[in-house]
């Protein structure tokens, strides 16, 4: 059947094939985090936080994005390959669309 | 470890390098689209802009969308763990989150065109709907494979010990989920500062 539990296995298993994944209680403090993080930045549309509204929001972003990838995601448990394509992807799609970006600025202001 | 094992010469799952470089790849789409939406902020045709975004009502959506992801990484855990009934409750907890959340883009959009704002209704409008309506096509596809998942584990075709499978499905759904993650800050809240300010 599907279903089977194999009871002998878990302590190993808890951690998939290299035994350091965190628990489902370690998962969901994770997510009580994610959860806070997103209130947070929330806040920015309700409460007025001047000049310092914009960085809060990106660096809010950049850990739940880190966050997310690190552990649900299991980057910080996984060969760092995996870590490399999806970060190398990531600031080579940063890097190209802000200088398309840029070219456009520069043309509208001439 | 999983029952069959697909190494590259690297020792590494080459399904799961597979998706990663997929994954990565996928950053250039997006950021093309993003790209599109920031240069089209203020091109509105005198019609409406980001002021019309509910902040409310998108910050519960988001909300679920990143609660599906606890949901979805519960749902591998317990694959590794061989609890297969507890893994197929998780895997629809995740499909279901992800039906609202996308119920709540068609009522977005919904009230959006009544008030005015439709595709070919300004540079700013296209460049929304096809950012926002490329990431919920991306949600769409998670869901219907979600649910094959859960009718594969249903029939005994995936079992205890491919926990692989269930681990790929959660990439994709996780990369879903930060993407929103940008999204979110840099389609809807950023701009808002602005208004309201």
Do not use: C
């Not at chain 2, 799952?13 to 902020?41: C, N, P, Q, T």
């Amino acid at each position: 059947m599907a279903d089977t539990t194999q009871a002998g296995a878990p302590a190993e298993a808890e951690g998939g094939a290299d035994g350091h994944h965190p628990t489902q209680q370690e998962y969901i403090r994770i997510a009580v985090v994610l959860a806070i993080l997103t209130a947070l930045e929330v806040s920015t549309y309700y409460f007025e936080f001047g000049r310092a509204a914009l960085p809060l929001l990106i660096v809010l972003m950049a850990i739940k994005f880190v966050m997310v990838a690190g552990f649900f995601m299991h980057l910080r448990f996984d060969t760092k390959l995996f870590g490399r394509f999806l970060y190398t992807g990531l600031a080579w799609a940063v890097v190209l669309y802000t200088l398309t970006l840029l070219v456009f600025v520069v043309d509208a202001n001439q | 470890m999983s029952v069959a094992t697909h190494e590259t010469s690297m020792g590494l799952d080459h399904r799961k390098l597979a998706m990663w470089i997929f994954l990565a790849s996928e950053f250039l789409f997006f950021g093309a689209f993003v790209s599109a939406y920031l240069l089209y902020l203020d091109t509105t045709n005198r019609g409406p802009g980001v002021e019309i975004f509910d902040i409310p009502f998108t910050s519960v959506s988001s909300f679920v969308l990143l609660m599906s992801s606890l949901t979805m990484v519960l749902a591998h855990n317990s694959h590794v763990r061989g609890d297969m009934r507890g893994m197929r409750l998780w895997i629809l907890a995740t499909a279901g989150q992800g039906m609202v959340f996308l119920g709540g883009q068609v009522y977005e959009f919904t009230v959006f065109f009544r008030e005015g704002l439709d595709l070919t209704q300004s540079p700013f409008a296209s460049s929304f709907f096809f950012l926002t309506g490329f990431h919920g096509a991306h949600v769409f596809i998670g869901v219907l494979i979600l649910l094959g998942l859960y009718s594969l584990s249903l029939t005994g075709k995936v079992k205890v010990g491919q926990d692989v499978k269930t681990e790929m499905v959660g990439l994709y759904w996780h990369f879903v989920d930060i993407i929103w993650v940008i999204i979110f800050t840099v389609v809807y809240l950023i701009p808002e500062l602005r208004v309201g300010g």
